[in-house]
């Protein structure tokens, strides 16, 4: 019954003072509620927004160096190892190409501490020829590494309650559940159950349930890891918004002896869409 039929069905001075002052604490509740809600979302990144890769964007001046040298292949220690070798003033009139010649060997051997024996055993049998994607032009083996890494662009979507991460490779399109969807007795898939919370500036994306598939492991080949794999995502835009990097950890009791780190950086386009993804691109693969 709201206030006026109060009054107009006759009800005292006192019932209408007790019913309008309940309307006026519901009325300050809600705006209560919406503040708080306003105020949560402005407190999170603002990450939604088309990003650029290299493969479509080389010659924007944005882009670093070691942005353009690692491409998303280094590891996490060779990316830092690189912007060492980078601001290390004896290395001003080294050729960029003699530096990354430096990071690949420390990548090879970082790659060689990453392993378990049977591991390393199967990375040495790998060959690229048999790699199934190529074959039979499908994304059912291509692994959540390369997912996250393919040189093609991708979109983010913010909500109240998940994150999209739409891939314009294969057209992949990855749900980050906000509000803790427990990944338990999910059916596993190529890109596994992703949840993912907020912390500071940062997205933090957590996967498991990610099904065996092929993994990269740079200088060494390729593996079948486990189901047991997790990996671990963080996102963080810069603070002139220009730029989203990406730092990543993967692991994997049976394979790996420790994480598996990368990391990636991608530019913003206020105006890029994702293209629909053709097999021909699969050829372009790294």
């Given amino acids: 019954m709201t206030g006026g039929e109060m009054i107009h069905r006759g ?4 019932a209408r003072i007790r019913a309008a002052v309940a309307l006026a604490a519901l009325a300050l509740t809600q705006t209560a509620c919406s503040a708080a809600q306003s105020k949560a979302q402005d407190a999170r990144p603002q990450l939604s927004g088309f990003y650029l890769t290299h493969a479509v964007a080389l010659d924007d001046p ?3 160096i070691e942005d353009l040298a690692c ?3 280094c590891s996490l220690a060779g990316f ?4 060492d070798l980078l601001k290390d003033p004896k290395n001003n009139k080294t050729p960029v190409k003699e530096l990354l010649q430096q990071v690949d060997e420390f990548t ?3 790659s ?3 392993l378990t024996p049977s591991a390393r055993e199967a990375a040495a049998k790998y060959d690229p020829a048999d790699d199934p994607v190529i074959e039979e032009c499908k994304p059912d083996h291509d692994g959540w590494r390369h997912q996250l890494l393919a040189p093609l662009p991708m979109k983010i979507e913010q909500y109240d309650d998940k994150v999209l991460l739409r891939y314009e490779y294969w057209n992949a399109v990855r749900t980050v559940y906000l509000k803790g969807s427990d990944p338990t007795g999910v059916a596993p898939t190529r890109l596994g159950h992703s949840t993912g919370r907020y912390e500071g500036k940062t997205l933090v994306v957590e996967t498991a349930g990610i099904s065996p598939n092929l993994l990269l492991v740079p200088g060494l080949g390729s593996i079948r890891h486990s189901d047991q794999a997790r990996a671990v995502e ?3 835009r810069s603070a002139d918004g220009n730029r989203l990097d990406l730092e990543w950890s993967f692991t994997d009791p049976v394979n790996l002896v420790k994480p598996m780190q990368g990391q990636k950086s991608f530019l913003f386009s206020a105006d890029g869409e994702l293209d629909e993804f053709t097999c021909d691109a699969v050829s372009g693969r790294y």
């Fill in 11 to 14: 009800i005292g001075p006192s």
């Fill in 62 to 64: 944005r882009w670093r």
């Fill in 71 to 73: 491409r998303g292949s």
């Fill in 80 to 83: 830092h190892y690189l912007q």
């Fill in 108 to 110: 090879k051997k970082e």
């Fill in 112 to 114: 060689a501490t990453l």
């Fill in 234 to 236: 963080r996102y963080t």
